[in-house]
């Protein structure tokens, strides 16, 4: 004869208490929202990871290429004035006219009085373009960044009118075998000074002029 068996809530069929079900728990969110606003796709946040790495890649090559750039020349300012005026050299005692591109732009003579400071600058500049010879080229003992230029033949500048605590004068530099000092400016030659020539510094300190 068969028992039918009863089922009574909260209890299984061999009389022990059955537990309640626990819910699976969601899966959590890559990160916490504002309220009130939608979950983003994991696409969208796979799309911006991805933006990351080709900005790296791209800060990347930059660096690499900016490491790979040819190296500036080197030599300073005095090295590349020795070179220049190497060149002027060649160029001026062959009679080139190509010489004169290196020199910075041709002055003009001034309409009015200029200091002596100025007609010194002016005088160098004129008898740059002069017919001489070079016969070398020399380090200035007075500033490293200046090259002398020993010169020989007879040069002549342009008459100026010059201010001197005395009043204006006419004045024009008339020299033999000048010593002339230039500078480098704008990659270009650039005249100091012109001066008698005098011998490099000797061991015990004297110079001599001719």
Known sequence: MSKRRRFFPGVSGDGEPRQPAVPAAAP??????????PERPRSWLAGRRMMGLIAAGAVALAVGAYARRPAAPTGGPPEQLERLCQQFMALKN????????????????????????????LDTRFILREPYEIIDVQPDADDPAHCVLVCKGN????????????????SQRLLLNPDIVVELSDGKIDGVRVRLHQEPQQENGQASDH
């Open 155 to 170: 040069c002549s500048s342009q008459p100026l009118s010059v201010r001197t605590g005395e009043g204006v004068e006419r």
């Open 94 to 121: 062959r009679g080139d006219p190509a010489a004169n591109d290196l020199l910075t732009a041709a002055p003009a003579v001034p309409a009015t009085a200029v200091s002596e400071e100025e007609a010194g600058r």
């Open 28 to 37: 959590a969110p890559d990160a916490a929202l504002p309220p009130g606003q």
